[in-house]
């Protein structure tokens, strides 16, 4: 199996993965993986730019947090004007109606760099503060919090200013999602150096268990991510500097790695099981034969049927990423959380 998974890697081009992997399956060295999608997707999308309009003075920092709650609306973190937060006495937090109308603000001092986003179905807003480039300070970062709607501060998990790997502390918190029954996961370490591990708490924050290490193989980890779930209850994780995703049943047990979705930065799943991959990452030195862009296909059988591009056209460079953070609402429009042109984009169906 390791030669096999090592033998398609070398093979995979940017849209070739498939046939490797039937050639592999054929002479035995793997298991039959999801079917890829092969030669150019279409991109069944239209761009609209400047589409949220912010305060009259303000202007967007780097981002990667969105989501869309119940209503549609869409909820964009970004970092105060620049990528940090940190000593900034600006809201970072934003929600927006469905035409782009600001309906509220708030969360200033509360964050230093928002990175992952999600929204529970009582409309509170959970953000994770993976502290970035913020200098060591004590009461900085390495945090979840929930807010309600409105902005009031209702939990924090982990604790402020303090990095490390336990029950009640994180390094780096890049994602965190709640499942239907309440239990909460969190994606926990940004970039190689975190904690690259999942973990499960409870609905009131306590500690259930934790699973993952830094590693190539199934269940390991170099970057998780971004966080999403399917109707099955699976849990979609974006290994990113392993590009690929991995999926898992709630207990932390296997199921899946797929890598026909580029190196993904974010992950959204929406009520079809269609699954969004936004890879802002790949490039010639980063999984190259992959292009950057947003991947769309099915969280079921992980066939990729369609691909929004990256704006820029040279991959290589890293100042524009475009897309890190994605999100869908129920019309089928898409939203990128753009960190390098330091926007947020719509993307409507044709």
Not at 98 to 117: C, K, Q, T, Y
Not at 241 to 249: E, G, L, P, V
Request: negative net charge; proline residues 7%.
């Amino acid at each position: 199996m390791e030669r096999g998974t090592r033998l398609l890697r070398s093979l995979r081009s940017s849209f070739c993965a498939g046939a490797a992997a039937l050639l592999l399956v054929s002479f035995g060295l793997i298991a039959p993986a999801p079917a890829v999608a092969q030669g150019p997707l279409p991109n069944p999308y239209r761009t609209v730019e400047d589409w949220a309009q912010l305060p009259d003075g303000r202007t967007w920092g780097a981002m990667s947090a969105v989501y869309v709650d119940a209503d549609d609306n869409v909820w964009v973190a970004d970092r105060c004007e620049a990528n940090l937060c940190l000593d900034s006495d600006l809201d970072p937090i934003f929600l927006f109606a469905p035409d782009g109308s600001l309906i509220r603000s708030f969360g200033a001092g509360e964050i230093v760099w928002p990175h992952g986003m999600t929204v529970d179905p009582e409309g509170n807003v959970w953000i994770t503060d993976a502290v970035g480039y913020a200098p060591v300070r004590d009461g900085v970062g390495h945090v979840i919090k929930k807010f309600s709607p409105e902005g009031d501060l209702l939990m924090t998990l982990g604790a402020e200013g303090i990095a490390g790997e336990g029950e009640k502390i994180f390094n780096k918190p890049s994602d965190v999602l709640v499942a239907p029954d309440g239990n909460i996961f969190v994606a926990d370490g940004h970039d190689e150096g975190g904690n690259n591990r999942i973990v499960k708490l409870a609905p009131d924050g306590s500690f259930i268990m934790a699973w993952g290490s830094t590693g190539l193989e199934n269940g390991e980890f170099r970057d998780p991510h971004a966080l999403a779930m399917d109707s099955q209850g699976r849990l979609f994780v974006a290994d990113r500097a392993n590009s690929r995703i991995q999926i898992f049943d709630q207990e932390g047990n296997h199921l899946a790695t797929w890598t026909q979705f580029g190196r993904p930065s974010g992950l959204f799943i929406d009520a079809n099981d269609m699954l969004y991959a936004a890879d802002s990452e790949s490039n010639t030195r980063r999984n190259p034969g992959w292009k950057r862009g947003i991947y769309i296909g099915s969280a079921r059988d992980g066939w990729v049927t369609a691909f929004i591009p990256d704006p820029e056209p040279d991959p290589d460079n890293a100042a524009t990423s475009a897309a890190e953070g994605v999100a869908v609402d129920s019309q089928g429009n898409v939203y990128g959380a753009e960190v390098g042109p330091r926007r947020p984009v719509k993307y409507v169906p044709r």
